[in-house]
């Protein structure tokens, strides 16, 4: 069992950036793959980078703006945003899955934390 706590939302203006932190419990972290997708309203959740060893993946909507990273010691994951636009709002979540093979897919993870809200104004 995995449990993910995340923060670091908030209220940024375009362009600004912000970290995002994915806690997770378990000394078992380093095991398992991670995710970020979010989910704006009255929209579908949405693949937004995953990582898998030191393999790293993102969608086109952020490729070249967010970075996802891990640090197992503090079983703790991230995603670093930098240039945010107003299409980037939306509830923010990280997931885990043990050897994740549809990392892109939010069936693809088992564990999810409860979001964390990030709003771009414009």
């Known amino acids: 069992q995995v449990q993910l706590v995340e923060s670091g939302g908030g209220l940024v203006q375009a362009g600004g950036s912000l970290r995002l932190s994915c806690a997770a419990s378990?000394?078992?972290?380093?095991?398992?793959?991670m995710g970020w997708f979010r989910q704006a309203p009255g929209k579908e959740r949405e693949f937004v980078a995953a990582?898998?060893?030191?393999?790293?993946y993102y969608a086109d909507s952020v490729k070249g703006r967010f970075t996802i990273s891990r640090d197992n010691a503090k079983n703790t994951g991230y995603l670093r945003m930098v240039s945010l636009k107003p299409a980037d709002t939306a509830v923010y979540y990280c997931?885990?899955?043990?050897?994740?093979?549809?990392?892109?897919?939010?069936?693809?993870?088992?564990?999810w934390g409860q979001g964390t809200q990030v709003t771009v104004s414009s």
């Open positions: 990582i898998r060893r030191g393999t790293t």
């Open positions: 997931a885990a899955v043990l050897y994740g093979t549809k990392l892109t897919e939010p069936t693809g993870y088992d564990y």
């Open positions: 378990g000394r078992t972290f380093s095991s398992y793959d």
